[in-house]
C-alpha cells in the first residue's frame, strides 16, 4: 500500500517513524517546559529551606577473595557468608546442614573486598562537607575511595564517619572499596601483640565449642566464634546501613530523651492517673565543621500534643554538637507506658526538627517514646539488721513488678539473615507467655532498631548487656578507644526506648575474675586493674553522661552495690542476699529442687533440651539420628553435655533402647525436652514462691526469674524454649502457665508429709471467698480418688510507696493480707504498729492508703501460704495409694487449683509428682486426637481450630505435633480425665483436613518397650515395666 499523502500522522505511526513528524514541535515544547520548571524550582528553592543530600549507594556490589579467586554478586548490608552461599560458591547446602560449620570454615580466614561505584555530581561536593556513615562495618576493615584510605574500622559496634570530600570527584565512576580482615586472623594477631605483655586471657575455647579462639580480642560478635550453644561462623561485611551525606550545617543523629513525674506516682497501677512531666530532650548533631558556632533553629514535637520552636547557637566542638530542650507537660496529655501484663504501651512520637538560620538546610529525626519511670532498687531487707543485705527489685511507675523473663541470644549467627518478621514473632511468642523483661545477653550483639521498636511496642523490659562476656579484656589505649566510639553509639541510639530497663557492662566477668575461670589468680591483682579500668573507669562514666535516668550495674552476676563497695570484685559474687545470680546443677535432682538456691534475683538458669525431630531433621541424615552418632556430639557444644543430660533424663524416665531405631531417636528428644519443662517450672516456681518473705539466713525476697534462654541460634543441643525457626519446645508451653499472673503451687515437706500451697498473686485486687481445689489421682484411674476443698481469701491490700526519710512520719509500704477461715486477719510487715482497726473494716475493698507509720522499708508481698493438707489426714494417701509392693508415693499424684468466689478458675491448674515417672504404676495409655472443628477468629488467630484429645488412663507428658505452622494452647500436659481441648493456632490459613492429616500425640508411655520378660504389658497389667519387683515376684 502506498504512503497517504494527506495524513502524515496515520502514515508515520504505520511506518514506525512518527516521532519524526513532530520532532521539532515537541522539541520547543520541551525547552519551555524545562526553563518554566527551573525557573519554578529557582524560585522555591530560595523561599525554601532543603534537606541535607543523602546518596545511598546502589546494591551492585561484587565481593572478591584476597586472591581475585572469587568474585561473586555482593548485598550491601550483608555479609560474606550470606553472597557465598547465594551465589553456590558454598555448594554443600544451608550453612547448619550437618558439619557446615567446619566445612565453611575456611571463609573466616579469607580478606574479602566489597566493591562498588559511586556516581557523584558536582552539587554534592560543592556542600560544606560529604562523609560516608556506617552504622555498623564487620570488622576488621578500611574503606577506600578512588584507591586512597578514608578510614578503618576495629568495632563492629560503632557507628564510623568518614570525610570523602576531597577523595571524590565529580564523576560517574568513583570507586568505592571495603576491604576486610580475616576476624579470625585479626584476633590472633591482636592476641599475639597483648602476649608480649602478659596473656588476655581465655587463650582459647573449650573443645567442645568447635569453635576459634581470641574473640575477646576483637570487638565484635563473641558468639560468632562460637559457644557453648552455637556454632562458629565469624562473619564479615557491612552488616548494617550506609549512607553518603553532603550537607552545610547540622544534620540530627541521635535523640534522647527522659521525663521525670510531677507528682507522685501510686504504688498501684491506676490508669486514669497522668500525671504532669518534666521532660528533657537532648538532641546530638553532626556538624559540618569542626569546631566555632551554627546559628538556627529546632522544633520539638511531641505528636499532636506539643510543638516548641527554639531558636539556637550550637556550640561545635570535633564534628558534633549537642542541644538540650527542657519542655514541661501539664497533667493529663500524656498516658503511662506499662510492662506487659500490667497495662498499655502507648507510644508518642517525638520529632527533631533542625532548620539552618537562613533556611536553607533542614533535618529531621523521629523516635517514639513513652512516659514511665523505672527504678533499681538496692535498699536493705532490714534496716535494723544490715547483714541480711539488699533488695534487688524493680519499680516501673512506682510499682514494684516481678520480672518475669528469660535471655535473648542472636537470632540467627548472621545478623543480617534475621528478619523484622521473624524478630517480632519471637518476640511475640515472648510476651504471648507473660513474660514482662527479657535480658539481651552480653555475647551477642546489640539488637536492631526493629528490636527495640516491637519491645516497646509489646512491653518487654530489656536488661541490656553491653557486650562483654566470658572473659578477660584487654586495656591497651586502642582497645579503650574503640570501647568508647562502642557505648558512645549504642547508648545514644538505644537510650529513648522505655523498654530499656538497665545497662550492665558485662556478662560473668566479675565472677569468672573471682573464681578463677581462665587462670587468673597467679596475677589477680593485674586483671582486677584491667577489669576495673575497662568497665568502671572507661565504660560506667560514659554511660551515666549519656544516661542518668537508668542503673548501670557493673556485672551480672554480681552483687551490685556490695560489689562496688568490695572494689568490684567481691569475695563471693552472686551472693544470695545480694544483687543476681546465674545457677546452673546437673547433677542434682532438678524436679525436686531441694538445692535450688533462694536469690535476690535470678537472671540465668536453666537445663539443655534437644529441638524436635521435625527441626533437627531438616540439618541430618538418617545415619545422625542416633543419640550417640558423632553429629549429635559435634551439636552438642556444652562440655559433657550429652553424659548429663543422660543422668537427667534418667533420674525421672526411662532412656529409650540404644537399638538404632528412628522411634528411639525421637524418644530421646521428646524425654529431653520433659526433663527440661519440669526442672524449670519446679526452679521457676520455687523462685516466685520466694518473692515476698525470707527465711533465717535472709534468703528470699526474689524479684526476678529470667530462665536461659529464649530462642536457639541453630538446630542442636541447648538451654532455648523455642527452636531454631520458632517452633515451641514444650518448656515454652510450660512457661505460659509458671508466668500466669496468678498461680498456685507447692512445697513438699517430706519428713511431716505434708504439702504446702502458695497463691502468687499478681493482681491489684482481692480474691475473697476463693477455693482451693486439691485432688489425689492414682496413675491408673482417671479421675480423682479423693478432693478437698479448701475456702481462703486472697487480699491484696497495698499502701501507697513513699521513700523513707529519717524525719519522715510517713514511709511507703506494701502489705499482703491473706485471710484463712481458720485463721485471723495477719499484716505483713508491720512494725508493731496496729492496723487492726484499718484492716478489719477494710480487708475485703481493695486499698491504696496512705498510713502514718514509723519509717520502715517498703515492700511488696504477692506470695502466701494459702492451705497445708497431711498427705495422710487430709487426702488419705496412706489408704487410697496402697498398691502391692509400691511405694505410695508411686501410685499416686496431685492436681490443685484455685478457684473464685463464682467458681471459675482463676490460676493455671498445676501437678506435683510425689515419685518419680519411671517407677510409677501407671499403665500405657492410648491418647488419641478426636473431632477437630474450625477455623474460628480469635485474638491469638484468625485460623483457629479446637482438638479433642482422648485418653484411656492416665497419661503424662500428653504432646501434639504438626508440621503446620502455629502453636497449641497447651501442650505437654497430664491427662487425669478422659478428654481434654486443646486449641492449634495456625499462622496462616489451613483447613480441617490439613490440620488432621499431619496431627500426631504421644504420651510419656509411648517411650517404653510393649515387651517384657514372661509376658506383653497388656496382657498381663501385674507384669509392669517401671517396677521390677513386679517382675521378679510375678
Known sequence: ??????????????????????????????????????????????????????????????????????????????????????????????????????????????????????????DVLSYTRVVLVFEGLDTAAEVFINDMSVGKSTNMFARYVFDV??????????????????????????????????????????????????????RKMQSSFSWDWGPAFPNSGVWKNWKLKAWNSLIVSDILFSAVPTSPLPSVPDHNFKPGWNVTVKVWCDAAVASGEVLGSFTITLGDI????????????????????????????????????????PLYKLTAYWENENQTENSTKVVKVGFRTVELNQDYVDLNDTSKGRHYRVYVNNVFMFMKGSNWIPAHILPEMVTPEYTRYLLQAAADVHMNCLRVWGGGIYETDVFYEIADELGILLWE????????????????????????????????????????????????????????????????????????DTIRPLVLELDDSRSYVVSSPSNGIKSENDGYISQKPGDTLYGDVHYYN??????????????????????????????????????????????MYHRQHHPLGQPELAVQIGIHMHMPAQDGSLKAYQDYLYLSQ????????????????????????????????????????????????????????????????????????????????????????????????????????????LGAVKTVNKSVHVVRLMFTPYEDQPDSLWS???????????????????????????LLMLS????????????????????????????????????????????????????????????VLVTPENYRLLGEPKDAYILHASVQTGDITGPIATPQSNWSFNVSVKTDTVALFVWLETELPGVFSDNGFLMAQEEAQVYFYAVKKITVEDLKSSLTVKSLTDTYQKVYPFATFPENPDIHPNDIRNVVFA
Not at 547433677?587 to 524436635?612: K, M
Not at 534462654?709 to 538451654?719: C, R, T, V
Not at 520502715?856 to 496402697?882: E, F, G, H, N, W
Open 586 to 631: 546437673y547433677i542434682s535432682n532438678a524436679w525436686v529442687g531441694d538445692q535450688t538456691p533462694i536469690p535476690r534475683f535470678s537472671s540465668e538458669y536453666g537445663f539443655q533440651s534437644w529441638p524436635s525431630f521435625i527441626t533437627m531433621r531438616d540439618v541430618t541424615i538418617e545415619e545422625d539420628w542416633n543419640r550417640e552418632s558423632p553429629l
Open 1 to 122: 500500500m502506498a504512503p497517504n499523502p494527506m495524513n502524515r500522522e496515520a502514515e508515520a505511526r504505520r511506518e514506525g517513524a512518527w516521532w519524526r513528524v513532530y520532532a521539532l514541535p515537541l522539541a520547543c515544547l520541551a525547552l519551555m517546559c524545562g526553563a518554566t520548571a527551573y525557573l519554578a524550582y529557582a524560585s522555591y528553592k530560595s523561599t525554601h529551606p532543603q534537606p541535607h543530600t543523602v546518596i545511598i549507594i546502589p546494591s551492585n556490589w561484587s565481593l572478591r577473595a584476597a586472591n581475585k579467586s572469587i568474585t561473586v554478586g555482593g548485598q550491601v548490608p550483608g555479609g560474606v557468608y550470606s553472597d557465598l552461599l547465594a551465589a553456590n560458591v558454598l555448594s554443600e547446602g544451608d550453612l547448619y546442614y550437618r558439619y557446615n560449620d567446619l566445612n565453611y570454615r575456611w571463609v573466616s580466614k579469607e580478606n574479602w573486598t566489597y566493591s562498588s561505584v559511586l556516581n557523584v555530581d558536582a
Open 812 to 838: 511507703w509500704v506494701n502489705l499482703s493480707v491473706f485471710i484463712n477461715k481458720a485463721e485471723l486477719l495477719q499484716c505483713v510487715s508491720c512494725q508493731g504498729f496496729d492496723l487492726w482497726p484499718f
Open 674 to 781: 520433659i526433663h527440661q519443662a519440669v526442672a524449670i517450672k519446679v526452679e521457676t516456681e520455687i523462685y516466685r514462691r520466694w518473692m515476698s518473705e525470707i527465711n533465717e539466713k535472709g534468703e528470699g525476697y526474689t524479684s526476678g526469674a529470667l530462665y536461659w534462654q529464649l530462642d536457639d541460634i541453630w538446630q542442636g543441643a541447648s538451654w532455648a524454649s523455642i527452636e531454631y525457626g520458632g517452633r515451641w519446645k514444650m518448656l515454652h508451653y510450660y512457661v505460659k502457665k509458671m508466668f500466669s499472673p496468678v498461680i498456685i503451687i507447692s512445697s513438699f515437706i517430706e519428713n511431716e508429709n505434708v504439702v504446702e500451697l502458695y497463691v502468687v498473686n499478681e493482681w491489684f485486687q482481692n480474691m475473697t471467698n476463693a477455693t482451693v481445689v486439691v485432688s489425689l489421682h492414682r496413675y491408673d484411674t
Open 165 to 218: 570530600k576531597n577523595h571524590l570527584k565529580a564523576s560517574s565512576d568513583n570507586t568505592i572499596d571495603i576491604w576486610f580482615e580475616s576476624p579470625v586472623e585479626y584476633a590472633t594477631r591482636q592476641y599475639n601483640i597483648q602476649s608480649a605483655n602478659y596473656v588476655v586471657p581465655p587463650k582459647c575455647l573449650p573443645s567442645d565449642y568447635n569453635g576459634e579462639c581470641h574473640a575477646n580480642h576483637i
Open 465 to 536: 548487656d553491653l557486650m562483654f562476656a566470658c572473659s578477660m579484656y584487654p586495656v591497651n589505649q586502642a582497645f579503650l578507644d574503640t570501647v568508647k566510639k562502642e557505648i558512645v553509639t549504642q547508648v545514644r541510639r538505644l537510650q529513648h526506648h522505655p523498654s530499656i530497663l538497665l545497662w550492665a557492662s558485662n556478662n560473668e566477668n566479675e565472677v569468672a575474675l573471682r573464681d578463677n575461670w581462665y587462670g587468673t589468680a597467679f596475677n589477680f591483682n593485674q586483671y582486677k586493674e584491667d577489669y576495673i579500668t575497662l568497665y568502671v
Open 306 to 345: 506539643s510543638t516548641t520552636k527554639h531558636r539556637v547557637t550550637a556550640q561545635v566542638s570535633n564534628y558534633e554538637a549537642l542541644l538540650e530542650f527542657n519542655l514541661v507537660f501539664s497533667e493529663n496529655l500524656v498516658d503511662l507506658w506499662w510492662p506487659n501484663g500490667y497495662g498499655a504501651q
Open 844 to 903: 475485703r475493698s481493695f486499698l491504696s492508703l496512705n498510713v502514718p507509720l514509723p519509717p520502715i522499708q517498703r515492700k511488696a508481698a504477692a506470695s502466701s501460704l494459702v492451705a497445708t493438707l497431711s498427705m495422710d489426714d487430709d487426702l488419705d494417701q496412706v489408704t487410697l495409694c496402697k498398691e502391692g509392693l509400691y511405694d505410695v508415693k508411686d501410685v499416686c499424684f496431685l492436681t490443685y487449683k484455685l478457684l473464685n468466689s463464682v467458681g
